[in-house]
């Protein structure tokens, strides 16, 4: 996707990844987050434009 950054947070175990991605997806914003796959999503609004629009 032109424009995407894709980031690796590190993290120190034990932290259940999957049901935090989980929660994240059922509480999703429509239009602004989407998780599929194990992929969170979210646009943001930046000061001269969008992030971008979550793909549907």
Not at 6 to 23: E, F, K
């Amino acid at each position: 996707m032109p424009g995407a950054i894709s980031l690796r947070l590190p993290y120190r175990p034990p932290m259940d990844v999957a049901a935090m991605l989980g929660s994240l997806g059922a509480e999703a914003t429509l239009g602004a987050e989407k998780y599929a796959e194990g992929i969170h999503r979210r646009s943001l609004v930046l000061p001269h434009g969008t992030g971008g629009r979550c793909p549907e």
